[in-house]
């Protein structure tokens, strides 16, 4: 029972232009929602973060949009670079209790052509 | 510089070879986990702690153990590893609720 949900496994964009990742739950205890970035041989990277009380959160090049009435948020990067080309997961927690886990997407590999 | 350190990078093993792999972080930080990420199926929790002396299961504690003696250090034991534990693992931390730092991986492969 997959409670996060990341439907495509690999997104190819063009330098320049627009790249939209997205990502399901189904968990409505979720109450905070995480992307990270990660390069082959290193640790996931932190990239942006929102909170379910917020619709839309927004880092340099970097927007989180989250749709909670249809459980859904999307990572937008623009403008797309070649050294965004990464596996980004999507991550979501539920607050209370002792555990911080994060429950993760099984992660969609961006490529971005020069 | 803030930190989490894993060792070793790579392992190659035979099964019931017990093994360790260590967690070190230098931010203070309370919380530590286990991960492991395996194709098709994203990072899954194994273990984690919320202070010294505290560790509770995750997702898929079978087969591992785990101990938290210093705040710093978690390391994550395999005491009979067989080749179903052959996966990509990640040490986190976070100090609260927010984002959590993730180590550099430990490969192993379990023969």
């Known amino acids: 029972d997959q409670q996060v949900k990341q439907n495509s496994p690999s997104l190819s964009v063009q330098e320049g232009r627009i790249s939209i990742l997205n990502c399901d739950y189904t968990?409505?205890?979720?109450?905070?929602f995480l992307w990270y970035k990660k390069y082959p041989a290193e640790g996931p990277t932190f990239l942006i973060s929102i909170s379910s009380i917020k619709d839309k959160n927004e880092d340099g090049r970097f927007t989180v949009f989250l749709n909670k009435s249809a459980k859904h948020l999307s990572l937008h990067i623009v403008p797309s670079q070649p050294g965004d080309s990464a596996v980004y997961f999507c991550a979501a927690r539920r607050s209370g209790g002792s555990n911080y886990k994060l429950t993760f997407g099984k992660g969609t590999l961006l490529t971005v052509n020069p | 510089e803030a930190q989490v350190t894993q060792n070793p990078r790579y392992l190659i093993t035979v099964t019931g070879k017990k093994l360790t792999v260590t967690c070190s972080q230098n931010m203070n930080h309370e919380y530590m986990s286990w991960y492991r990420q395996d194709p098709g199926l994203g990072l899954r929790q194994i273990y984690y702690?919320?202070?010294?002396?505290?560790?509770d299961k995750g997702d898929v504690p079978e087969g591992y153990k785990v101990s938290r003696k210093e705040k710093r250090n978690f390391p994550l034991i395999l005491e009979s590893p067989s080749p179903n534990q052959t996966s990509l693992y990640f040490c986190?931390?976070?100090?609260?609720?927010?984002?959590?730092?993730f180590g550099p991986g430990t490969r192993l492969t379990v023969l």
């Open positions: 968990n409505s205890m979720f109450d905070y």
């Open positions: 702690s919320m202070n010294v002396e505290v560790t």
């Open positions: 986190a931390t976070s100090s609260t609720y927010g984002e959590q730092f």
